[in-house]
């Protein structure tokens, strides 16, 4: 939390713009994948422990600018 409220939001989607493809189906913007990964990486959890961070940490919803009530994603992405 302290991350975003020091930072802001960290990244925004034009900043990946030239790596998603355009013609693929949308999936979760780059920009929070990116986030995670570091979110991941510093507590050092496993795919499926980030994945669930997603869904049912407050703290990791706000620092990733989700809804309470946002349902996260799959770990496999």
Partial sequence: MRMRDALGQVYADDDFADLVPTRSQPGESPWRLALVSVMQFSEN??????AEAVRARIDWKYALCLELDDAGFDYSY
């Fill in 45 to 50: 959890l496993s795919d499926r422990q980030a």
